[in-house]
């Protein structure tokens, strides 16, 4: 899996292998998500899928309208700048009873390959493209 992230007409441009495209911005102010816009986005998407394939296995039918995430981030107060918390809303608009509603959100949660890296960390690189493709070519 690879994004991209470049400057392109005084915006930020994210984009995918497949030429799909998000405008990205630097502040709450600007247009396009902000980077924990797009994080919160990302946890809430992942939550989504995750309970729309646990209904469809369990083969309970519903309407996409069924379902809204909304996740908030709080940023930390000290440290290093980050987010301290999140915390995600699960809307479903389904007669569902209590004990297989909450089996269902707590599934969820299991299978969110986005929460489940947010939650135990991981490892992060930075290479210097630049200096990676001089030592190709020489």
């Excluded at 994080?39 to 519903?62: E, N, P």
């Excluded at 987010?83 to 209590?98: A, M, N, P, R, Y």
């Amino acid at each position: 899996m690879k994004t991209i992230v470049k400057w392109s007409h005084n915006s930020l441009e994210i984009s995918n292998t497949k030429d799909n495209q998000v405008i990205g911005a630097e502040n709450a102010e600007e247009q396009g998500f902000t980077p924990i816009e797009l994080l919160t986005g990302a946890l809430g998407q992942c939550i989504v899928i995750s309970l729309s394939r646990l209904l469809k296995r369990d083969g309970v039918s519903f309407h996409e309208d069924d379902l809204q995430v909304t996740v908030h981030a709080q940023k930390a107060e000290q440290g290093p700048s980050r987010v301290e918390q999140f915390t995600v809303d699960i809307k479903l608009s389904l007669d569902l009873d209590d004990k297989y509603r909450k089996r269902l959100i707590k599934s969820a949660e299991r299978a969110c390959t986005i929460g489940n890296t947010l939650k135990t960390g991981t490892q992060i690189s930075y290479i210097d493209g630049e200096m990676n493709n001089d030592k190709e070519s020489n």
